[in-house]
């Protein structure tokens, strides 16, 4: 009787076993296809067919840096459409560095301010476009001060009028006072103040009172206004009033500096005399009024790298893309000395299906189109060819582009040499970027 117990027991146990694995089973098959990634390729649009056909006339066939004017000029103005009235704008050069494409937003904005924030860009601008307002957006070393005035060229630009030295500490003011006495040349001085981002300036009142005494009896140097930059707001959370809290505060940080500026001046002061500067790209359009800041600076977001795509810049475009030729399209993936991990990735990933090398790569930018590109895991970066891997919807093969949209602008645009710039299905002008002589 034991031995026949025993037998029926264990075929429970086998019959319940075999049900637990085959539910183990479905329940690993039902997490594969919940998980297996979903094939997200594609060719491209319409509107990057159109921009491959302008590239492909003018037979340029490398890395390029291409501007869509159309939708630059409308980031313009929508920019200007938010100016609050008697708010002045300053473009910021770092952001859109090439002095052709300054000068389509000075004509265009209407405005002559100009924040530049590299030394041999301070001269390129001083020779060529005459009559900029420059305000500094760093503090530069003393010794990039003085090579400005080294190189600087002889012609209708006034520095003494024209530029506005960034200061953000005693020691710095003590520096170009040196420089004004030794060169002989009268300074405009402009503060930095810290308006809650903590990265350097004047943090209370009493240390400008005291600077502002120092300037007053100095005949080479003049105060010009101050600087408060607070990219910082767009990033804090709006729950809780949090965010309208620290608004609030930066606004009372920087009243209590113009305050004391009004205290040093009296009967003297008014407020369209000095530059009060602010904002940035992910913060002007915070600004309903010129109470405190007369003027906002703007660069990046008429460009719109995705960096920029933030609440805040809802309304602007992307208009700047990179555009690559493919130099190699294989139809399979297939990685160095791993053929097996090969076949099981694009196995289960229908994105590594395919293979493109590109010309060039490693830039800091994401692929936008063809749709679904991406890097291999494995592969390693490259800035020779580069890997990207695409699903068997994507027909890309040698010579046709890839778009990348930048990340950032200021360092990413200086790599790829004349701006191409996309307008009315061609390429209508190239437009060259600064270089680093001077």
């Known amino acids: 009787m034991s031995n026949s117990f025993d037998a029926k027991r264990l075929k429970k146990v086998m019959l319940d076993r075999r049900a637990w694995l085959g539910g183990a089973a479905l329940l690993g098959l039902g997490w594969v296809a919940w998980n297996k990634p979903a094939e997200k390729g594609a060719d491209h649009t319409d509107y990057f067919k159109q ?3 302008a590239l492909e006339q003018d037979r340029l066939a490398r890395p390029t840096l291409v ?18 009235t008697g708010m002045n704008y300053r473009i910021v050069v770092k952001s859109l560095p090439s002095l052709p494409l300054v000068q389509d937003v000075m004509a265009r904005a209407q405005t002559n301010r100009l924040m530049v924030f590299h030394q041999p860009f301070l001269n390129a601008v001083a020779r060529q476009i005459p009559n900029a307002d420059m305000l500094l957006g760093k503090p530069m070393p003393i010794a990039a001060a ?30 170009y006072q040196a420089l004004a006495a030794s060169k002989n040349i009268r300074l405009q001085m402009n503060f930095e103040i810290d308006v809650g981002l903590h990265r350097g300036g004047l943090t209370e009142p009493s240390q400008l009172a005291k600077l502002l005494t120092e300037i007053a009896a ?32 930066s606004r009372s940080v920087y009243q209590s500096f113009i305050d004391a500026v009004k205290s040093h001046f009296g009967e003297t002061y008014s407020h369209d005399r000095f530059t009060f500067n602010a904002a940035g790209s992910p913060t ?19 460009v719109k790298p995705t960096d920029f795509d933030i609440s805040t810049l809802a309304d602007h475009v ?19 000395a791993l053929d097996t991990v090969s076949s099981l990735m694009a196995a289960w990933d229908p994105n590594k299906a395919r293979t493109f090398f590109i010309y060039g790569g490693k830039w800091m930018a994401k692929p936008v189109s ?24 994507i027909n890309l093969k040698p010579d046709d582009y890839v778009f990348f949209r930048p990340k950032q602008s200021e360092f990413v645009f200086l790599q790829f040499g004349d701006i191409a710039v996309y307008d009315d299905g061609k390429i209508a002008d190239r437009w060259p970027v600064f270089n680093q002589e001077a």
Request: cysteine-free; glycine content about 6%; charged content about 20%.
């Open 370 to 393: 063809p749709a679904g590109l991406q890097l291999n895991p494995i592969y390693g970066r490259s800035t020779n060819q580069e890997m990207f891997n695409g699903s068997k919807r």
């Open 67 to 84: 501007i869509d004017r159309k939708a630059f000029h409308h980031n313009v103005d929508t920019l200007t459409s938010h100016l609050p």
């Open 284 to 302: 002007y359009q915070h600004y309903n009024d010129t109470e405190i800041a007369n003027e906002l600076s703007v660069g990046s977001a008429l």
């Open 218 to 249: 100095d005949d080479r140097l003049n105060f010009s206004g101050l600087m408060g930059y607070e990219p910082h707001l767009a990033g804090v959370p709006t729950a809780m009033g949090w965010q309208e809290s620290e608004m609030t505060k």
């Open 318 to 336: 992307p208009a700047s893309y990179i555009a690559t030729p493919v130099i190699k399209s294989l139809d399979v993936t297939r990685l160095p």
């Open 146 to 175: 003085a090579r400005f005035y080294d190189h600087l060229s002889l012609g209708e630009f006034d520095a003494a009028k024209q530029i506005q030295w960034l200061i953000d500490s005693e020691d710095r003011f003590r520096q």
């Open 51 to 53: 921009i491959s056909g």
